[in-house]
């Protein structure tokens, strides 16, 4: 795995992670990538990446010009691989890990977020367990009743493209992308 584009672009991610864990495809960050970044929805961002995996996504918006990543994972092995990745790219200082399983308790998660005092998110990404996909709407619920998430928030969901589409209320969809068998999803809040 690399870093598509930005100032990390073309560097190299450990990606030694459990079988439980899916890393995102390159092709797939690499389009979403350029649709956020023709939203300009990496500048100066404060991301939320649940389900963080590899932190490929993290990362890529660090590379892209966020400010800061609180990367959420429960495995260890994927937190550890996380950790290794920041200390490699010099990013340590723009990236919080939390171990929290998110879909355990949904509320009691947003909670426990809501406690590390930052600043409400303006981009989220979301890429669960396919088999735990249609839990989201609850999950995004909670996020939004903590105050996680700005006004102008962006939340990308990735989905089995088979999928139907997920009725989340309180959000409407603003993009919807197909790569192979991975879906991605662009929620906004409804104002």
Do not use: W
Not at 1 to 26: E, Y
């Amino acid at each position: 795995m690399r870093i598509i584009s930005g100032k990390l672009g073309g560097r190299r991610l450990d990606a030694s992670v459990g079988p439980s864990t899916r890393p995102t495809s390159d092709r797939v960050r690499e389009g979403l990538g350029s649709a956020l970044a023709a939203r300009c929805a990496f500048d100066d961002a404060r991301v939320l990446d649940l389900f963080a995996g590899t932190g490929a996504l993290g990362f890529e918006a660090l590379s892209r010009g966020a400010r800061h990543v609180v990367a959420v994972e429960r495995d260890r092995q994927a937190l550890q691989s996380i950790r290794q990745n920041a200390r490699a790219l010099g990013v340590e200082a723009e990236l919080e890990l939390v171990t929290l399983d998110l879909l355990k308790a949904p509320t009691t998660a947003a909670a426990r977020l809501k406690a590390l005092a930052v600043r409400p998110f303006t981009l989220i990404f979301a890429d669960p367990p396919y088999s735990e996909a249609a839990r989201m709407p609850e999950l995004l619920a909670a996020l939004l009743d903590a105050e996680l998430c700005a006004e102008d928030a962006l939340f990308v969901l990735e989905h089995p493209s088979e999928a139907p589409a997920l009725d989340v209320p309180r959000f409407q969809a603003r993009g919807h992308y197909r790569y192979g068998d991975t879906g991605i999803t662009l929620l906004a809040r409804i104002p």
